[in-house]
């Protein structure tokens, strides 16, 4: 891996310098970049309009593939597909696409594993491995793409990790899959969803981007997001509200508050009572969840009547709320759990 280097994650500016470094004019970076970020090849013979020696000098320094597919389970219940990815060092990663009316959307990876040691959650189970580079979270966004042959409109980052404590990668992510001259996502299609590193929303509100902000609340109070996350215990609930509303500010972006119902956890009316009066008056949305149990976990999801009264209480007074669908609940839905069982049977 050390001798052999990852060219997705060349800038344009970068890829010019190196072409000409190399002897070759400018305009040969920009027909590579589109050929990579654009049409997305995986060979680079396919670069047909690049002078074979030029090619060659290529494929000798560096690779296409940052991730390549290992597994592909897709849903007969629904629309959802979901992946294994592995890295060149032996990372394994999971993504998902899910083909809607208006469009495939990818919820992706932002790390190898995560630290944040959510209560709930099977990607954290075995700790962080490594953050994940600007170019493999493009490479599932392009394996996607190219694996069913469906343009991506919708992108969230909302897999394994969490994408602030990977921030600069991230970053140059959302600013390479927007660039026009790759494949030209909108921001405003694209979510960011944070367990509440309050420091890092201010950073990311001062970025001035058009991409919607979710928060992982799960819980109206600190007390009870104490015992199902830890991250709590360094952020409190009025920092990460300051925070949002420091956001708002700055973006004119309505901000999306996740919250996984949890039976006998977080999903009494006086959650959602207290939900209501945290949220009042901000331009916000919640998305409730009905959460996907993780086998080596305790909890267990809230029963769908409760889960619907909860949802009426915050929209009787007048706080958006919906209902997020379950989605491919035959393929180890909850985020982490193939990977976990992937890497058990592989012995890991
Ligand atoms: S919910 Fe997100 S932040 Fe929490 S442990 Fe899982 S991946 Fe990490």
């Given at each position: 891996m050390d001798d052999y280097r990852d060219?997705?994650?060349?800038?344009i500016e970068e890829l010019e310098k190196y072409i000409t470094d190399a002897?070759?004019?400018?305009f040969r970076a920009r027909q590579i970049y589109e050929w990579l970020h654009?049409?997305?090849?995986?060979?680079?013979?396919?670069?047909?309009?690049?002078?074979k020696k030029l090619r060659e000098l290529l494929s000798g320094d560096y690779y296409i593939l940052p991730l390549c597919i290992k597994e592909k389970l897709t849903s007969v219940i629904d629309v959802t597909s979901k992946y294994l990815m592995a890295s060149y060092d032996g990372g394994i990663i999971e993504s998902v696409a899910m083909k809607y009316s208006y469009g495939m959307s990818v919820c992706i990876s932002?790390?190898?594993?995560?630290?944040?040691?959510?209560?709930?959650?099977?990607?954290?189970?075995?700790?962080?491995e490594r953050n994940l580079t600007a170019s493999e979270m493009l490479s599932q966004v392009y394996n996607i793409q190219r694996d069913t042959g469906v343009r991506v409109d919708n992108i969230v980052?909302?897999?394994?990790?969490?994408?602030f404590d990977n921030y600069d990668e991230v970053l140059k992510f959302i600013r390479m899959v927007t660039d026009a001259d790759g494949l030209?996502?909108?921001?405003?299609n694209i979510t960011v969803s944070t367990c509440g590193l309050a420091d890092r929303i201010y950073d990311f509100a001062d970025e001035e981007l058009a991409v919607t902000l979710a928060i992982?609340?799960?819980?109206?109070d600190d007390a009870i997001r104490k015992t199902i996350m830890p991250v709590a215990g360094r952020y409190s609930i009025d920092e990460i509200m300051e925070a949002c509303r420091y956001f708002i500010k700055k973006t004119g972006r309505r901000v999306t508050f996740e919250y996984t119902l949890i039976d006998g956890v977080n999903d009494s009316t006086e959650c959602a009572a207290g939900l209501v009066s945290l949220l009042r008056g901000m331009l916000c949305h919640v998305n409730l969840i009905a959460l996907n149990s993780v086998?080596?976990?305790d909890c267990r999801s809230s029963a769908i009547q409760n889960i619907k009264c909860f949802e009426k209480y915050l929209q009787k007074n007048k706080i958006n709320a919906t209902i997020r669908r379950g989605m491919?609940?035959?393929?180890?839905?909850?985020?982490g759990q193939l990977r976990k069982r992937y890497l058990n049977s592989s012995g890991k």
């Open positions: 060219i997705l994650s060349f800038t002897g070759y004019p400018a654009r049409k997305l090849v995986s060979d680079w013979d396919e670069m047909t309009n690049v002078p932002s790390q190898i594993g995560c630290r944040m040691g959510c209560r709930f959650c099977a990607s954290t189970l075995l700790g962080l980052i909302m897999g394994i990790g969490e994408p030209n996502i909108s921001q405003r992982s609340l799960h819980a109206p086998k080596e976990r491919g609940k035959d393929i180890d839905a909850a985020c």
